[in-house]
């Protein structure tokens, strides 16, 4: 199979069953920034190390003034905080919203610094039906699916259960599905510098199910291809029927 060259020029998000386009940028070894048609000097090609938005003590500071929210959107609902079912739901909504949003708190490089091999190893790599659970930043109610990993190494390897990890850190924030999609596919690119990789993620919406339009087995699949999975056919067709079968 004709395996390409390696990732070196911009690529966009490919969606399936309908979906849209998306721009990707890629990072180009030692260019210093984004090859998109424009220089970024000030933008660092490997952003997967930028600094955490949110720390632990951030959340002990916050989790008041969120508790006192959530008992404001009880009394706005109509309801009284001050019964008996509903003394602790604050603070438990409080914590909740926290851990499902604790993705801020996490940074790529924490992972995956001690967890990249070389290896002499070029062909194609796939983590599949990894368990994805986010929010959706419109609704604030929950998205879940799964998530399909491909690569093309180009000598180096990631540990199996950092994929996962991945997932957790990007999917574990307020989201949408496309950006999520994207997010991975850039992480993983900009960690290994493969020849390529295909993110694609298969997801139930709440904001859909619950409310809306309310059709209870709706899917939203969204995809990435980046490098010699969006330029090759033969190569982003084995990845897709791969993650079928």
Known sequence: MDRGTPLV???????????????????????????????????????WQEERT???????????????AYS????????DPERQGLLKTPWRAAT???????????KISDILNDAIFDEDHDEMVIVKDIDMFSMCEHHLVPFIGKVHIGYLPEKRLL???????????????????????????KAITEALQPAGVGVVIEATHMCMVMRGVQKMNSKTVTSTMLGVFREDPKTREEFLTLIRN
């Open 9 to 47: 020029n911009g690529s966009k998000a490919e969606g399936l069953s309908g979906g849209g386009t998306t721009s990707g940028k890629v990072p180009v070894a030692g260019a210093g920034g984004w090859l998109n048609g424009h220089s970024e000097p000030q933008r660092a090609a490997a952003q």
């Open 72 to 79: 404001a959107i009880l009394r706005g609902l109509g309801e």
């Open 96 to 106: 909740a919203m926290q851990f499902f949003t604790k993705g801020y708190q996490e």
């Open 54 to 68: 949110r720390s632990l003590e951030d959340n002990q500071l916050s989790l008041p003034s969120l508790e006192s």
């Open 159 to 185: 540990g199996l259960s950092k994929f996962a990890r991945i997932v957790e850190i990007y999917s574990r924030r307020l989201q949408v599905q496309e950006r999520l999609t994207k997010q991975i596919a």
